[in-house]
Protein backbone atom coordinates (compact mmCIF):
# COMPACT_ATOMS: atom_id res chain seq x y z
CA UNK A 1 0.00 0.00 0.00
CA UNK A 2 1.34 2.99 -1.04
CA UNK A 3 2.16 5.71 1.88
CA UNK A 4 -0.47 8.52 2.90
CA UNK A 5 1.05 11.70 1.14
CA UNK A 6 0.22 15.17 3.16
CA UNK A 7 -2.11 16.10 -0.08
CA UNK A 8 -4.24 13.18 1.37
CA UNK A 9 -5.02 15.46 4.50
CA UNK A 10 -8.53 16.85 4.62
CA UNK A 11 -8.31 20.43 3.29
CA UNK A 12 -9.51 22.27 6.37
CA UNK A 13 -6.76 20.50 8.44
CA UNK A 14 -4.02 21.33 5.77
CA UNK A 15 -4.99 25.33 6.12
CA UNK A 16 -5.24 25.12 9.56
CA UNK A 17 -1.58 23.97 9.71
CA UNK A 18 -0.71 26.60 7.33
CA UNK A 19 -2.34 29.34 9.14
CA UNK A 20 -0.15 28.59 11.65
CA UNK A 21 2.79 28.08 10.32
CA UNK A 22 3.27 29.81 6.83
CA UNK A 23 2.76 28.36 3.46
CA UNK A 24 4.07 24.26 2.71
CA UNK A 25 6.12 24.73 0.23
CA UNK A 26 7.04 21.09 -0.21
CA UNK A 27 6.22 17.88 1.89
CA UNK A 28 8.66 15.04 1.76
CA UNK A 29 7.03 12.37 2.76
CA UNK A 30 9.13 10.14 5.54
CA UNK A 31 8.68 6.09 4.84
CA UNK A 32 10.74 5.03 7.84
CA UNK A 33 8.84 3.07 10.81
CA UNK A 34 6.05 0.91 10.35
CA UNK A 35 2.97 3.08 11.90
CA UNK A 36 0.34 4.18 9.25
CA UNK A 37 -0.49 7.80 8.72
CA UNK A 38 0.95 10.42 7.31
CA UNK A 39 4.92 11.32 8.27
CA UNK A 40 6.05 14.21 6.61
CA UNK A 41 8.77 16.71 6.80
CA UNK A 42 7.03 20.11 5.56
CA UNK A 43 9.22 23.13 4.28
CA UNK A 44 7.52 26.64 5.00
CA UNK A 45 7.99 29.63 3.30
CA UNK A 46 9.42 30.54 6.78
CA UNK A 47 12.61 28.71 6.07
CA UNK A 48 11.44 26.24 9.10
CA UNK A 49 10.78 22.98 8.85
CA UNK A 50 8.76 20.76 10.46
CA UNK A 51 7.84 17.29 11.02
CA UNK A 52 3.62 16.30 10.39
CA UNK A 53 2.06 12.90 11.94
CA UNK A 54 -1.56 12.29 11.37
CA UNK A 55 -3.92 9.58 11.01
CA UNK A 56 -8.29 9.18 9.89
CA UNK A 57 -9.38 8.97 13.65
CA UNK A 58 -10.62 5.83 12.71
CA UNK A 59 -7.83 4.43 12.17
CA UNK A 60 -7.47 1.28 14.78
CA UNK A 61 -3.75 2.71 15.38
CA UNK A 62 -5.20 6.15 16.13
CA UNK A 63 -4.73 5.45 19.82
CA UNK A 64 -0.81 5.69 19.15
CA UNK A 65 -1.23 9.39 17.80
CA UNK A 66 -3.59 9.72 20.67
CA UNK A 67 -1.02 8.85 23.24
CA UNK A 68 2.00 10.80 21.37
CA UNK A 69 -0.25 14.04 21.36
CA UNK A 70 -0.75 13.65 25.38
CA UNK A 71 2.93 13.10 25.76
CA UNK A 72 3.52 16.39 23.91
CA UNK A 73 1.36 18.04 26.14
CA UNK A 74 2.90 16.70 29.31
CA UNK A 75 6.89 16.48 29.00
CA UNK A 76 8.94 19.09 30.34
CA UNK A 77 11.19 20.97 28.42
CA UNK A 78 13.95 19.76 29.45
CA UNK A 79 13.36 16.05 28.35
CA UNK A 80 15.55 15.98 25.15
CA UNK A 81 12.82 15.98 22.59
CA UNK A 82 11.41 17.81 19.61
CA UNK A 83 8.56 19.73 20.89
CA UNK A 84 5.20 19.69 20.08
CA UNK A 85 4.07 23.00 18.50
CA UNK A 86 0.39 22.22 17.33
CA UNK A 87 -1.82 19.73 17.38
CA UNK A 88 -5.65 19.19 16.14
CA UNK A 89 -8.04 16.79 16.41
CA UNK A 90 -10.52 18.41 13.99
CA UNK A 91 -12.10 17.04 10.39
CA UNK A 92 -12.12 13.39 12.03
CA UNK A 93 -8.08 13.17 12.03
CA UNK A 94 -5.38 13.49 14.15
CA UNK A 95 -2.74 15.70 13.94
CA UNK A 96 0.21 16.79 15.25
CA UNK A 97 3.27 19.34 14.03
CA UNK A 98 6.84 19.03 16.03
CA UNK A 99 9.74 20.48 15.50
CA UNK A 100 11.55 18.92 13.13
CA UNK A 101 14.91 16.53 14.39
CA UNK A 102 17.78 16.78 11.54
CA UNK A 103 19.58 13.97 12.59
CA UNK A 104 20.02 10.40 12.32
CA UNK A 105 19.25 7.60 13.91
CA UNK A 106 21.32 6.29 16.52
CA UNK A 107 24.53 3.27 15.92
CA UNK A 108 24.24 0.86 19.00
CA UNK A 109 26.91 -1.54 17.07
CA UNK A 110 29.88 -2.52 19.66
CA UNK A 111 31.88 0.05 18.39
CA UNK A 112 30.21 2.41 18.12
CA UNK A 113 30.90 6.34 19.41
CA UNK A 114 27.43 6.74 19.99
CA UNK A 115 26.76 4.39 23.17
CA UNK A 116 28.01 6.93 25.86
CA UNK A 117 25.38 9.67 24.64
CA UNK A 118 22.29 7.35 24.28
CA UNK A 119 23.46 5.66 27.51
CA UNK A 120 23.61 9.10 28.97
CA UNK A 121 20.30 9.91 27.35
CA UNK A 122 18.33 7.10 28.83
CA UNK A 123 19.94 7.67 32.16
CA UNK A 124 18.63 11.17 32.22
CA UNK A 125 14.85 10.31 30.88
CA UNK A 126 14.55 8.48 34.71
CA UNK A 127 15.69 11.47 36.16
CA UNK A 128 13.40 13.90 34.33
CA UNK A 129 10.75 11.95 34.17
CA UNK A 130 10.38 10.76 38.43
CA UNK A 131 8.07 11.21 39.69
CA UNK A 132 5.82 11.79 36.06
CA UNK A 133 4.94 15.17 35.23
CA UNK A 134 1.30 14.16 34.35
CA UNK A 135 -1.23 13.96 37.23
CA UNK A 136 -3.16 11.49 35.51
CA UNK A 137 -1.31 8.83 33.01
CA UNK A 138 -1.71 5.46 31.36
CA UNK A 139 -0.03 2.73 33.45
CA UNK A 140 2.44 0.41 31.90
CA UNK A 141 0.32 -2.58 32.90
CA UNK A 142 -1.86 -1.70 30.03
CA UNK A 143 1.32 -1.96 27.51
CA UNK A 144 2.37 -5.22 29.16
CA UNK A 145 -1.16 -6.20 28.63
CA UNK A 146 -1.10 -6.94 25.07
CA UNK A 147 2.32 -8.70 25.43
CA UNK A 148 1.04 -11.17 27.95
CA UNK A 149 -2.51 -12.36 25.67
CA UNK A 150 -0.30 -12.85 22.71
CA UNK A 151 2.20 -15.25 24.97
CA UNK A 152 -0.36 -17.07 26.58
CA UNK A 153 -1.81 -17.36 22.74
CA UNK A 154 1.21 -18.86 21.81
CA UNK A 155 1.88 -20.66 24.69
CA UNK A 156 -1.62 -22.33 24.48
CA UNK A 157 -0.85 -23.84 21.07
CA UNK A 158 0.39 -27.67 20.60
CA UNK A 159 4.11 -28.79 21.72
CA UNK A 160 6.34 -28.31 18.98
CA UNK A 161 5.03 -24.76 17.55
CA UNK A 162 7.23 -22.36 19.78
CA UNK A 163 10.80 -23.56 20.04
CA UNK A 164 12.11 -22.97 23.83
CA UNK A 165 8.74 -23.20 25.37
CA UNK A 166 9.66 -24.26 28.46
CA UNK A 167 12.05 -21.17 28.71
CA UNK A 168 9.45 -19.22 28.12
CA UNK A 169 6.55 -20.69 30.56
CA UNK A 170 9.27 -20.77 33.40
CA UNK A 171 9.82 -17.24 33.14
CA UNK A 172 6.14 -15.96 32.77
CA UNK A 173 5.31 -18.27 35.87
CA UNK A 174 4.28 -16.36 38.72
CA UNK A 175 5.48 -13.20 36.52
CA UNK A 176 2.86 -10.45 37.53
CA UNK A 177 2.81 -6.66 35.35
CA UNK A 178 1.77 -5.39 38.80
CA UNK A 179 5.24 -5.52 39.86
CA UNK A 180 6.27 -3.26 37.18
CA UNK A 181 3.83 -0.23 38.63
CA UNK A 182 6.32 3.31 39.53
CA UNK A 183 6.51 6.74 39.67
CA UNK A 184 8.71 7.29 36.23
CA UNK A 185 6.73 8.46 32.30
CA UNK A 186 8.34 5.96 30.59
CA UNK A 187 9.29 6.10 26.74
CA UNK A 188 8.12 2.27 26.21
CA UNK A 189 9.80 1.80 23.06
CA UNK A 190 13.27 2.84 23.26
CA UNK A 191 15.27 1.98 19.90
CA UNK A 192 17.76 2.91 17.42
CA UNK A 193 15.34 4.93 15.47
CA UNK A 194 13.22 6.37 18.00
CA UNK A 195 17.16 7.66 19.89
CA UNK A 196 18.08 10.39 17.00
CA UNK A 197 21.50 11.31 17.15
CA UNK A 198 21.52 15.43 16.16
CA UNK A 199 24.27 18.09 16.38
CA UNK A 200 22.67 19.40 19.56
CA UNK A 201 22.91 15.72 21.40
CA UNK A 202 20.49 12.71 21.35
CA UNK A 203 16.92 13.22 20.50
CA UNK A 204 13.69 10.72 21.76
CA UNK A 205 11.31 10.68 19.17
CA UNK A 206 7.85 8.98 18.84
CA UNK A 207 6.06 8.67 22.75
CA UNK A 208 3.11 6.70 21.49
CA UNK A 209 3.84 4.17 24.23
CA UNK A 210 4.16 6.22 27.14
CA UNK A 211 3.10 5.02 29.72
CA UNK A 212 3.81 5.89 33.50
CA UNK A 213 5.82 2.81 35.77
CA UNK A 214 9.38 1.29 37.65
CA UNK A 215 11.79 3.51 36.48
CA UNK A 216 14.18 0.75 34.66
CA UNK A 217 12.33 -0.42 32.26
CA UNK A 218 13.28 1.79 29.83
CA UNK A 219 16.34 1.00 30.15
CA UNK A 220 15.42 -2.82 29.77
CA UNK A 221 13.74 -1.90 26.33
CA UNK A 222 16.99 -0.81 25.02
CA UNK A 223 18.71 -4.56 25.70
CA UNK A 224 17.40 -6.59 23.38
CA UNK A 225 18.33 -3.69 21.01
CA UNK A 226 21.86 -4.10 21.97
CA UNK A 227 22.05 -7.36 21.46
CA UNK A 228 20.19 -7.07 17.87
CA UNK A 229 23.36 -4.29 17.34
CA UNK A 230 25.73 -7.33 18.10
CA UNK A 231 26.65 -6.75 21.70
CA UNK A 232 26.77 -10.21 23.74
CA UNK A 233 24.48 -10.67 26.90
CA UNK A 234 26.41 -9.93 29.44
CA UNK A 235 28.34 -7.06 26.93
CA UNK A 236 24.32 -5.52 27.18
CA UNK A 237 24.02 -5.62 31.03
CA UNK A 238 27.27 -4.11 31.40
CA UNK A 239 26.27 -1.16 29.51
CA UNK A 240 22.65 -0.95 30.88
CA UNK A 241 24.68 -0.92 34.45
CA UNK A 242 25.44 2.84 33.29
CA UNK A 243 21.85 3.63 33.71
CA UNK A 244 21.85 3.95 37.80
CA UNK A 245 17.67 2.91 37.55
CA UNK A 246 18.99 -0.60 36.19
CA UNK A 247 20.83 -1.72 39.46
CA UNK A 248 17.18 -1.74 40.81
CA UNK A 249 15.44 -4.49 38.40
CA UNK A 250 14.24 -7.01 40.08
CA UNK A 251 15.55 -10.15 38.29
CA UNK A 252 12.08 -12.32 38.08
CA UNK A 253 10.32 -9.33 36.95
CA UNK A 254 13.02 -8.73 33.75
CA UNK A 255 12.96 -12.13 32.85
CA UNK A 256 8.84 -12.22 32.62
CA UNK A 257 8.68 -8.90 31.03
CA UNK A 258 11.41 -10.38 28.71
CA UNK A 259 9.73 -13.25 27.77
CA UNK A 260 6.56 -11.63 26.56
CA UNK A 261 8.44 -9.20 25.22
CA UNK A 262 10.21 -11.63 23.04
CA UNK A 263 7.02 -13.74 22.74
CA UNK A 264 5.18 -10.94 21.14
CA UNK A 265 7.97 -10.25 18.63
CA UNK A 266 8.21 -13.98 17.89
CA UNK A 267 4.34 -13.97 17.39
CA UNK A 268 4.37 -11.24 14.70
CA UNK A 269 7.36 -12.48 13.27
CA UNK A 270 5.85 -16.09 12.08
CA UNK A 271 1.81 -14.03 12.25
CA UNK A 272 2.17 -10.77 11.23
CA UNK A 273 2.29 -8.36 8.21
CA UNK A 274 4.78 -9.92 5.97
CA UNK A 275 6.82 -6.32 5.75
CA UNK A 276 7.40 -6.24 9.42
CA UNK A 277 8.92 -10.48 9.70
CA UNK A 278 12.43 -10.42 9.15
CA UNK A 279 13.11 -7.75 11.47
CA UNK A 280 10.49 -8.51 14.42
CA UNK A 281 12.49 -12.00 13.94
CA UNK A 282 15.38 -10.62 14.30
CA UNK A 283 14.17 -8.77 17.62
CA UNK A 284 12.90 -12.04 18.96
CA UNK A 285 16.03 -13.99 18.52
CA UNK A 286 18.01 -11.18 20.74
CA UNK A 287 15.30 -11.36 23.66
CA UNK A 288 15.52 -15.27 23.34
CA UNK A 289 19.75 -15.13 23.63
CA UNK A 290 19.08 -12.23 26.10
CA UNK A 291 16.63 -14.55 28.52
CA UNK A 292 18.72 -17.58 28.08
CA UNK A 293 21.95 -15.83 29.69
CA UNK A 294 19.53 -14.50 32.49
CA UNK A 295 18.21 -17.93 32.82
CA UNK A 296 21.66 -19.38 32.98
CA UNK A 297 23.02 -16.85 35.19
CA UNK A 298 20.19 -17.09 38.15
Not at 202 to 226: E, N
Request: aromatic share 8%; charged share 20%; net charge negative.
Amino acid sequence: MAAMQWEDLPAAVREAVQARFGSVLKAETVTAGMMPGIAACLHADSGERLFLKAIPGDNPTARRYERERWAGTVLPRTVPTPRLLWSSIGSDWITMVFEYADGRAADLLPASTDLPAVLATVARLGFLLTPCPAIVAPPVTDNVGFLLAESQHLLDKPDGVLPHRKLYAAALDGFDPEHLTGDTLLHYDLHAGNLQVTSSGVKVIDWAFAAVGAPWIDAFMLGPRLIEAGHTPEQAERLLAQVPAWGEAPRRSVNGLLASWTLFRFSKAMYGPAEGREFRARAAAAGRAWLIYRTATT
